[in-house]
């Protein structure tokens, strides 16, 4: 069985580009999660994929969405790039639909300059 | 909105000690809580959870206790090892039942 895994490890990007950040869910798992971590702090709650369809989303802009497709891997897409984007950015796959037992991928460390 | 904080930062322990990490959420409806180890450049581990019909479970050397009265949670790790060194959060689930809502983490340090 395959845990969570997240690419790329690393990204530096620069204010106002584009960036997609990728994760497959662990086997047997339809549901992903992607949470944002700045330096010292717990993750935030960006939103969650259920089935292919957003089920959920906490306090973040527009400017931040995904995807999640068919095999349940899933996307987070952050456009016009601010430096207060700069975070290690998780995902996080589960069995079903909800907040229960999220089992965490390594990460993408995100670097905005 | 929801919160959940934590009572200490910072833990240092003695390898073969016992440590106890706590939290506090705000939202009495709480229904589900969980523990995460974080060891530096990992993404978080899952340790244990517990839901609000129950007040303590116990796993591997991890026992997790919930006082719904005083709306507290505690990891108790028993005889504890360098290895147990990394930042503990505790996570509640959001009223919608979607999110987790993270503290900010304990972080441990065992000396040998």
């Known amino acids: 069985e395959t845990g969570v895994t997240q690419s790329p490890t690393h990204l530096i990007k620069t204010r106002g580009q584009q960036v997609t950040l990728r994760c497959s869910s662990q086997s047997g798992h339809n549901t992903v999660s992607w949470y944002q971590q700045a330096l010292g702090q717990g993750p935030q709650f960006i939103f969650q994929?259920?089935?292919?369809?957003?089920?959920g989303r906490g306090n973040f802009p527009p400017r931040f969405s995904g995807l999640q497709f068919p095999n349940y891997s899933s996307e987070l897409n952050v456009n016009a790039l601010e430096l207060d984007d700069s975070a290690l950015y998780l995902c996080a796959s589960s069995l079903y639909g909800g907040a229960e037992t999220q089992y965490f991928g390594p990460g993408t460390r995100l670097l905005v300059l | 909105g929801e919160s959940v904080g934590l009572h200490l930062p910072t833990l240092s322990v003695q390898e073969g000690d016992n440590s106890i990490i706590n939290c506090a959420y705000s939202n009495s409806a709480s229904d589900y809580f969980i523990w995460y180890k974080q060891e530096s450049g990992k993404g978080p581990q899952f340790i244990i959870d517990?839901?609000?019909?129950?007040d303590k479970r116990q796993g591997q050397r991890v026992t997790v206790l919930l006082n719904k009265t005083v709306k507290h949670l505690s990891l108790q790790i028993a005889a504890t090892q360098p290895g147990d060194s990394a930042v503990y959060f505790c996570a509640v689930g959001d009223q919608a039942g979607t999110a987790l809502i993270f503290g900010k983490g304990t972080t441990l340090s065992v000396s040998s």
């Open positions: 994929y259920y089935r292919e369809e957003e089920n």
């Open positions: 517990i839901r609000s019909n129950m």
